[in-house]
């Protein structure tokens, strides 16, 4: 499905609010620890694709397991299916099979799980033989991805003498973690962190992070629930800072004390002139200046997911970017830095340079282009979603529109309710 974004007819006078779903990052790790300790009553689920492949997953009888392009899910999954009885072979889509997953695999085989490649090393598809993991120390790299570490984390309670985790380098995605090890703690579990100012040495190796897991029978809270989605609120952040000044927007369900990270939105979006309220459980954006920065320098090593957002924000406006701490990007549903690249270098005036982990944008304001600027998403749902706000400045085609429904489905009716005029072609 592809769909034409044109600028709204007319300005919206009235407050919207909207409802956005249940944090896929929270779903999914509260699923697990409900697979693990059924007695778990959830509240505000997900209703992404990502959090519905893993409810089929843990609900299936099968011993085959297609999680689609569910990336959470797959490295959640492995980690459990590593830890109960049985055989499943888990696989996903062909990008899916493109993704590492061999830091996560090591790590568990290390403690005695069985897992087997079925076609290449280091990627899925893989066979496991679960019940076998016996040691109670785990290393690995804290440096590549922070859900290799949250899926040892899930599991470490339902292991009989827990499990300490020791980390070497430097951790990415911290909040990811923090978001853990909260849940974790909230159900009774006992979870002692040593984090950097306590780095050792062991084994020749500097251990930056330690982070201790003990066994835990019985859960002391059986209800918890879901914030929605921080990550999701990130383009309607991008859309209220492209409005003239006194819009506002309103979310619902969503906590001042927040445990996502991508929360910290509050902070970046300040210098695009939005200003963030709470009210009850209401977040209420408003635009309250147009004197913008000319430039900004924003490492988003804990806030990965955003860059897409704050990039196409930028662009949007003509202000200058300098983004870093982008280096886990390279693996997600696309090579996001590359796609950014591509993409971005459609609309006038732009100029991107981009490293490994860095991507470095000047621009002019955009302005209206003579025909709709084409936004492949390249199978990711954040593509779509991240350019989608820069139909108020000139009309976009969105190819395979379609792909929102992994973390947001109902994105592009909620779109319309802004008076984009989107039509399927």
Wanted: glycine fraction near 4%.
């Amino acid at each position: 499905m592809d769909l034409l974004l044109e600028k709204p007819i007319e300005s919206l006078n009235k407050e919207l609010t909207f409802t956005i779903t249940g944090s896929k990052s929270e779903s999914n790790r509260l699923l697990i620890l409900q697979a693990l300790y059924p007695e778990l009553e959830i509240h505000n689920l997900s209703n992404s694709d990502d959090t519905v492949h893993m409810q089929e997953a843990l609900m299936s009888q099968k011993n085959h397991v297609n999680i689609g392009h569910a990336g959470t899910a797959m490295r959640f999954l492995t980690a459990y299916y590593s830890s109960i009885e049985g055989i499943v072979t888990i696989t996903g889509s062909q990008r899916m099979q493109q993704r590492p997953i061999a830091v996560l695999v090591e790590a568990l085989k290390s403690i005695g799980a069985k897992i087997e490649y079925l076609n290449e090393e280091g990627y899925p598809p893989l066979q496991i033989e679960g019940g076998h993991i016996n040691a109670t120390i785990v290393k690995l790299n804290a440096s590549i991805s922070s859900q290799y570490i949250t899926a040892l984390m899930l599991i470490a309670p339902s292991l009989k003498n827990g499990l300490k985790i020791e980390l070497a380098g430097k951790l990415t995605s911290r909040p990811y973690i923090e978001m853990t090890v909260g849940y974790l703690r909230s159900l009774g579990v006992t979870v002692n962190w040593s984090k950097q100012d306590t780095a050792i040495q062991k084994d020749k190796q500097i251990l930056s992070e330690v982070i201790q897991i003990k066994p835990l029978d019985t859960i002391i809270h059986k209800s918890l629930t879901v914030e929605s989605d921080w990550s999701s609120a990130g383009y309607w952040y991008s859309w209220v800072a492209l409005q003239e000044i006194g819009y506002k927007l309103t979310l619902q369900y969503y906590f001042k004390e927040s445990v996502q990270g991508d929360s910290k939105l509050q902070e970046y979006y300040e210098a695009f002139g939005v200003q963030t309220t709470f009210v009850n459980e209401q977040l209420v954006l408003t635009k309250i200046s147009d004197k913008l920065a000319q430039r900004v320098v924003i490492n988003l090593v804990n806030e990965p997911d955003q860059a897409q957002t704050i990039f196409a924000t930028c662009l949007a406006l003509g202000i200058n970017a300098h983004l870093t701490g982008l280096h886990t990007l390279r693996i997600k549903e696309t090579d996001r830095i590359a796609a950014l690249k591509d993409v971005g270098s459609r609309f006038r005036e732009s100029v991107i340079q981009t490293t490994q982990d860095t991507i470095t944008l000047t621009c002019v304001p955009l302005a209206p282009h003579d025909k709709p600027v084409v936004i492949d998403t390249f199978d990711d749902h954040r593509m779509a979603m991240a350019f989608a706000p820069l139909a108020c400045r000139t009309s976009l085609l969105i190819k395979d529109a379609g792909v929102v429904t992994k973390s947001y489905p109902q994105f592009w009716d909620d779109l319309k309710r802004v008076n984009v005029n989107i039509t399927e072609i």
